[in-house]
């Protein structure tokens, strides 16, 4: 066990990232509604997550510079740019959901009325202010990022774990019906968005070197890979197959609209106190993205920009500091219009899907360039998955463009509704 808790390192960092509430509650929502079918995906999603962060890994330790430096020296500063900006703008996508997410962990500890829009946009400010300050206070920030990640991905995965064995050694609490609600399938785009998540493998290159690793740790770069994407992908899954436990094929049709609806699947092991155990596990999942997703935004950005990309610089801070400013502000402009959180934070989710081809592409690509030869060269296995990782990214972008483009602008139906069923739309008013 002790070589085990050694060989998890930066990608420990990645996986506690991944492992933020977006990964809770879509995970959740494909469980309800798709129900076990959902497994397979995230066992395939989790191996291409592997991969990538192996490529990214191995990446970091065989090239002198940077990722972006290195596509700079090859394709051109702008092309390094445009990666920077395309990373950037999918984490204020994400950073939005994690500010979202945060007010619906800290919501109900203010007891059972809706806080008002006020102060849902003080808390967020007092949240990001005071990470603000960590950054810029923070001395070893790094080792400080890594030590915390480790707790929080711990105490989240025993948490879901204890609850789904205590789950299963009860009889289920309902009858299954054979039809339930029709299937969103953006949960399930967002969920995988969520496990294979190309940014978050991206930043695996300038995590390993801010810790200092070299070639000779080329290996212990894909130990650490398999160990902690693993555990992200197991904690997932338990995740699913508990809401399958829960709500699949639930006689009441459960459309997990809000955090509370989700929180329901905790009530086999804590009762009445389900819905503050879960908000205060999605506001840890908030908290363990929270900061390491804006660094990631504001890093590659600063090193598109030539502009350093170490923790030390002040340009990696400052666009930092952007980035969680820009993220506080969507969610606050999300906030302010009604709708259901699950669904915010599913929609933010799945948009981050259709960026990660560049990201991915630019993986590859520096993964297969001539110069790496000998015992710098990315061994065929890691590379070939990380192309069918690219690939299953381009299909992945075109399907959740087409889905969340028939979210808000759904194909006109009225003709057909008003001819086919018009005592029921005159039922409904």
């Known amino acids: 066990m002790k070589n085990l808790l050694k060989s998890i390192g ?11 509430p977006g990964s809770i509650l879509t995970s959740s929502k494909v469980g309800a509604s798709f129900g076990l079918l959902g497994v397979p995906v995230i066992i395939c999603s989790t191996i291409l997550m592997i991969a990538m962060v192996a490529l990214a890994a191995r990446i970091g330790v065989v090239y002198e510079g940077s990722p972006c430096d290195e596509l700079a020296a090859r394709l051109g500063r702008p092309v390094a740019i445009a990666i920077g900006a395309i990373l950037f703008t999918l984490i204020a996508f994400f950073q939005s959901s994690n500010n979202i997410a945060l007010i619906g962990g800290l919501e109900p500890m203010f007891g059972n009325e809706p806080l008002s829009l006020g102060a849902k ?6 949240v990001n202010g005071l990470l603000i300050t960590s950054l810029y206070k923070l001395r070893n920030l790094y080792g400080s990022v890594e030590q915390f990640m480790k707790l929080l991905v711990g105490l989240m995965a025993l948490a879901f774990l204890i609850n789904f064995l205590v789950i299963f050694s009860q009889p289920r609490g309902y009858e299954p019906v054979a039809s339930v609600e029709s299937r969103d399938w953006i949960p399930l785009l967002g969920m995988i968005a969520t496990t294979f998540s190309v940014a978050g493998a991206f930043y695996q290159a300038y995590l390993v070197k801010e810790k200092g690793w070299g070639l000779g740790e080329a290996r212990k770069g894909v130990l650490d890979s398999m160990v902690s994407i693993s555990i992200l992908g197991l904690t997932t899954c338990i995740i699913l197959v508990t809401a399958w436990r829960c709500f699949h094929s639930h006689p009441d049709a459960v459309t997990l609209a ?6 329901r699947q905790l009530e086999p092991l804590f009762g009445s106190a389900a819905k503050i155990i879960f908000c205060t596990g999605i506001l840890a999942g908030a908290l363990s993205s929270f900061l390491v997703n804006a660094m990631i935004g504001g890093t590659v950005m600063s090193d598109g920009l030539g502009k350093g990309y170490r923790l030390e610089d002040r340009w990696p801070l ?22 259901s959180t699950v669904l915010l934070i599913t929609l933010a989710q799945a948009f981050t899907v259709i960026g990660i081809p560049a990201l991915a592409l630019a993986l590859v690509y520096l993964g297969t360039r001539k110069d790496l030869k000998g015992e710098r060269k990315v061994p065929k296995p890691i590379l070939g998955l990380a192309v069918l990782g690219f690939l299953v990214s381009c299909v992945l972008a075109c ?19 008003s001819s086919d069923q018009p005592e029921k739309k005159s039922a409904m008013g």
């Open 10 to 20: 930066p990608a420990i960092v990645v996986a506690a990232v991944v492992l933020g």
């Open 318 to 339: 400052h666009l930092t500091t952007v980035a969680l400013l820009v993220g506080m502000l969507v969610g606050m402009a999300a906030l302010a219009k009604e709708g």
């Open 399 to 417: 399907l959740t463009a087409r889905k969340v483009w028939d979210k808000f602008y759904p194909p006109d139906k009225s003709v057909a509704w």
């Open 258 to 263: 809000s955090v509370g609806d989700v929180a």
């Open 121 to 126: 946009c003080a808390l967020l400010l007092a």
